[in-house]
C-alpha cells in the first residue's frame, strides 16, 4: 500500500474544502453572525411582549434568557452558540435554495442580469421564505425561553403565515445588499460603503418585515393584537440587529469564499 505524503494530503483536504465552500460559507456565516446578535433578538422580544429589555450583567440568574430581567455575558453567549446550528442550517439553507430558485425564475423570464433582476429576487425570496417559516418560528420561539420542540408543537397556521410574511422580507434584504453595495460603491470604492449598504439593506428589510414578526411573538405568547403601535414595539432594536447581522453575515461569507479559492 503506497502511503500518501503531506502535501498529497493537503492539496486533498484543499480541494475538498474548495469544493464544500459554496454550499457550508453561507450556513457559517450566518451561525456566526447570529452568535454575536443574539441579544438584538431577545431584547425586541421583550420589548414586543411590553417587557423592558434585559440587563447585561456579569451575574448569571436561574432564568430563561426570554423572560429575564436581567441576562449575563456568559448566559448570552450560551444563547448565541445554542441558537448558531440551528440560524446558521436555516438562513444557509434558505440562501442556498434562494439563489438556486433565483436563478430559474431568470430563465423562466429570460432575464439576462443575473443576480440584479429584481423580480426574480423577491419572487425566489417569497418561495423560499414561505417554505423555511415553521424552523424560523421554532427560534422566535427560543427568544422566549421556549425549546425547539415546545416552539414547533405551539406551530399554527396563522404563525406560518406571519413568518412567511417576515422571512420573505428578511431574505430579500440579505440577497439584495450584495447588489446595493456594488451600486454605492459606484460613488464611493470602500470596505466602508460596503458594510454600510449591508447594514442599510438589513434594517430597511427588518422594518418591512417587523409588524409580522411582532403578530408570531404575541401569537406564540397567546395575546391579542389591539393597536398598530403595539406591532411595532421592539422594531428600532430588531433592526439594529439585522443591520448588523447582514454585515457580519456578508464579511464572513466573503471571507470563507476568498480563503477557499487560495
Same mark, same amino acid.
Given at each position: 500500500? =503506497?502511503?500518501?505524503?503531506?502535501?498529497?494530503?493537503?492539496?486533498?483536504?484543499? $480541494? @475538498?474544502?474548495? $469544493?464544500? @465552500?459554496? #454550499?457550508?460559507?453561507?450556513?457559517?456565516?450566518?451561525? &456566526?453572525? !447570529?452568535?454575536?446578535?443574539?441579544?438584538? /433578538?431577545? *431584547?425586541?422580544?421583550?420589548?414586543?411582549?411590553?417587557?423592558?429589555?434585559?440587563?447585561?450583567?456579569?451575574?448569571?440568574?436561574? !432564568?430563561?434568557?426570554?423572560?429575564?430581567?436581567?441576562?449575563?455575558?456568559?448566559?448570552?453567549?450560551?444563547?448565541?452558540?445554542?441558537?448558531?446550528?440551528?440560524?446558521?442550517?436555516?438562513?444557509?439553507?434558505?440562501?442556498? %435554495?434562494?439563489?438556486?430558485?433565483? +436563478?430559474?425564475? +431568470?430563465? &423562466?423570464? +429570460? %432575464?439576462?442580469?443575473?443576480?440584479? $433582476? !429584481?423580480?426574480?429576487?423577491?419572487? %425566489? =425570496?417569497?418561495?423560499?421564505? *414561505?417554505?423555511?417559516?415553521? /424552523?424560523?418560528?421554532?427560534?422566535?420561539?427560543?427568544?422566549?425561553?421556549?425549546?425547539?420542540?415546545?416552539?414547533?408543537?405551539?406551530?399554527? @397556521?396563522?404563525?406560518?403565515?406571519?413568518?412567511?410574511?417576515?422571512?420573505?422580507?428578511? !431574505?430579500?434584504?440579505?440577497?439584495?445588499?450584495?447588489?446595493?453595495?456594488?451600486?454605492?460603491?459606484? #460613488?464611493?470604492?470602500?470596505?466602508?460603503?460596503? $458594510?454600510?449598504?449591508?447594514?442599510?439593506?438589513? #434594517?430597511?428589510?427588518?422594518? *418591512?418585515?417587523?409588524?409580522?414578526?411582532?403578530? &408570531?411573538?404575541?401569537?406564540?405568547?397567546?395575546?391579542?393584537?389591539?393597536?398598530?403601535?403595539?406591532?411595532?414595539?421592539?422594531? +428600532?432594536?430588531?433592526?439594529?440587529?439585522?443591520?448588523?447581522?447582514?454585515?457580519?453575515?456578508?464579511?464572513?461569507?466573503?471571507?470563507?469564499?476568498? /480563503?477557499?479559492?487560495?
Amino acid at each position: 500500500m =503506497s502511503s500518501i505524503s503531506f502535501r498529497d494530503a493537503f492539496d486533498r483536504a484543499k $480541494n @475538498a474544502s474548495q $469544493n464544500l @465552500a459554496p #454550499y457550508t460559507s453561507k450556513p457559517v456565516s450566518a451561525g &456566526l453572525a !447570529i452568535t454575536f446578535t443574539v441579544y438584538g /433578538f431577545i *431584547a425586541k422580544t421583550a420589548l414586543q411582549l411590553g417587557k423592558k429589555r434585559p440587563k447585561i450583567t456579569f451575574k448569571t440568574t436561574d !432564568i430563561k434568557a426570554g423572560a429575564a430581567k436581567t441576562i449575563s455575558a456568559k448566559q448570552l453567549l450560551a444563547e448565541g452558540v445554542k441558537a448558531a446550528p440551528k440560524i446558521g442550517a436555516a438562513v444557509g439553507a434558505q440562501m442556498l %435554495s434562494q439563489e438556486w430558485v433565483e +436563478n430559474k425564475v +431568470n430563465s &423562466l423570464i +429570460n %432575464s439576462s442580469e443575473k443576480g440584479k $433582476n !429584481i423580480i426574480s429576487i423577491a419572487t %425566489s =425570496s417569497a418561495i423560499v421564505g *414561505a417554505i423555511s417559516s415553521p /424552523f424560523l418560528a421554532a427560534f422566535n420561539g427560543q427568544t422566549m425561553g421556549y425549546s425547539f420542540l415546545k416552539s414547533m408543537r405551539m406551530l399554527s @397556521a396563522k404563525q406560518v403565515g406571519v413568518i412567511g410574511v417576515r422571512e420573505t422580507n428578511f !431574505i430579500f434584504s440579505l440577497r439584495a445588499s450584495k447588489p446595493l453595495g456594488e451600486k454605492m460603491k459606484q #460613488y464611493n470604492d470602500t470596505k466602508a460603503t460596503e $458594510n454600510v449598504a449591508s447594514f442599510i439593506a438589513g #434594517y430597511l428589510g427588518s422594518i *418591512a418585515g417587523h409588524i409580522p414578526d411582532t403578530a &408570531l411573538t404575541l401569537f406564540q405568547k397567546s395575546r391579542k393584537i389591539t393597536s398598530l403601535s403595539q406591532l411595532m414595539r421592539g422594531a +428600532n432594536t430588531r433592526a439594529v440587529a439585522v443591520g448588523i447581522f447582514t454585515i457580519i453575515y456578508n464579511n464572513s461569507n466573503d471571507l470563507l469564499d476568498c /480563503f477557499a479559492k487560495k
